[in-house]
């Protein structure tokens, strides 16, 4: 998620609302190609890769690992400040090597190089995350307009309901999973044309920057830490396989490509709506909820039958993994003192690991059982957990 903005300590700057709009539709635009095509675009395209390949479930949970083991070494690297004052240039890198890898995807079979093409996505999408994000979140808080943010992380759900809407098209003019990836990267370069217009040139400074003390480890900081990487673990089983769980039980094409339409449709506002909720019962309160509603929808998806599962499962996780994402690192800040965006990358890593051991764990527990039930209900209760683990927090 983003890299920390610390408030301003200084007057809010003037803009008008014509900015605050175009700001936060860069955001989007960044947010949907990294995210909606570069990360999750996967999750459609998954099952006809599996049967066209072939490979088997065990194999697309590597690929997926590499992804996020790139992910985590992408948000590693960014946290070391040699991107700083060029972190526009580094975003649109990002946004190109994405639209790229995306294509590169459709010029092999070798699971090895998959994995490999898929970890430097994974990189690629780290950086956007993270540096568009600092461009445009700081232009919203030195501004005191908070609807940015809104705005910026919509841009994932509005990228997954493009990737549904994408592959379903190439599907219906007799398209393959091939010709669907050579179309997400042609979307992508699209994206990545308006970005390149639309995008902050720098990051809005509110004050000198400093260097932060090391980071306490109190025990409220690391209960949040571990229930972090705990929910890394429960949202990617389901992001991941949720078409081939629908495949896998005899779902149809229009079926795989609905459920995760849903998911996207019901992503793009969670972040606003689940900032209603915030507002009445807290951050805390809020990141509970939002994991045992996730754990419902992707116990759901596995447990219902066609096509109320999928489609309960989509749109529960689509509700909740962006806001969670976002407000636990929120939370993070109130325990990390004077030290931010060390706890930022700590929590980062935490729950970059929860995203690169689900897809394994999943997997293989589905290909040695022949569903993706156990697997789901592994990550049903990692969610549960997470949720019991932040509990104390609440009384703090």
């Not at 099952?47 to 490979?55: E, H, K, L, Q």
């Not at 970890?119 to 993270?130: L, R, T």
């Not at 995008?199 to 000198?208: C, E, I, K, W």
């Not at 229930?227 to 992001?239: E, K, P, R, S």
Request: charged share 10%.
């Amino acid at each position: 998620m983003p890299a920390d903005t610390s408030p301003a300590s200084t007057p809010p700057q003037s803009t008008s609302r014509r900015d605050v709009v175009v700001t936060g539709l860069a955001g989007a635009v960044a947010m949907a190609v990294a995210m909606g095509l570069g990360r999750f675009y996967f999750t459609p395209i998954l099952p006809a890769m599996m049967s066209g390949v072939p490979m088997g479930p065990a194999e697309a949970g590597y690929i997926a690992s590499a992804n996020y083991l790139g992910y985590l070494l992408g948000a590693v690297l960014a946290a070391y400040g040699w991107a700083e004052g060029i972190e526009r240039r580094v975003a649109l890198s990002g946004l190109l090597a994405t639209s790229l890898l995306l294509i590169a995807m459709s010029l092999t079979t070798d699971i090895v190089l998959f994995s490999a093409i898929r970890f430097f996505a994974g990189i690629a999408s780290a950086f956007v995350m993270i540096f568009a994000s600092s461009l445009v979140l700081s232009y919203g808080l030195a501004r005191g307009r908070t609807a940015v943010q809104s705005f910026h992380f919509g841009g994932v759900g509005t990228g997954i309901s493009i990737s549904a809407i994408l592959f379903a098209a190439v599907m219906m003019w007799g398209g393959d999973w091939r010709a669907a990836w050579i179309a997400g990267g042609l979307a992508a370069l699209v994206g990545l044309a308006f970005a390149a217009f639309v995008l902050p040139g720098n990051v809005s400074r509110t004050g000198p920057a400093q260097k932060e003390p090391p980071l306490v480890w109190t025990r409220p900081l690391v209960l949040l830490t571990v229930a972090y990487g705990l929910f890394g673990f429960g949202y990617i089983v389901t992001a991941t396989f949720l078409i081939a769980i629908v495949r896998e039980a005899g779902g149809s094409s229009n079926t795989e490509a609905l459920a995760w339409l849903v998911t996207g449709i019901a992503a793009a506002p969670s972040v606003a709506l689940w900032g209603l909720f915030a507002r009445r019962f807290g951050l805390i309160a809020t990141f509970i909820t939002g994991c045992l509603v996730e754990a419902a929808g992707v116990a759901a998806s596995v447990l219902l039958p066609l096509p109320f599962g999928p489609m309960v499962g989509g749109a529960l996780l689509g509700l909740t993994f962006v806001m969670i994402t976002a407000f636990g690192l929120q939370v993070g800040r109130k325990y990390a003192e004077s030290s931010p965006r060390r706890a930022f990358a700590m929590m980062t890593a935490a729950f970059g690991v929860g995203q690169i051991v689900g897809p394994l764990v999943a997997g293989n527990l589905a290909h040695l059982t022949g569903n993706y039930v156990l697997g789901s209900l592994s990550a049903v209760l990692a969610l549960v957990l997470a949720a019991a683990l932040v509990v104390p927090l609440r009384r703090g």
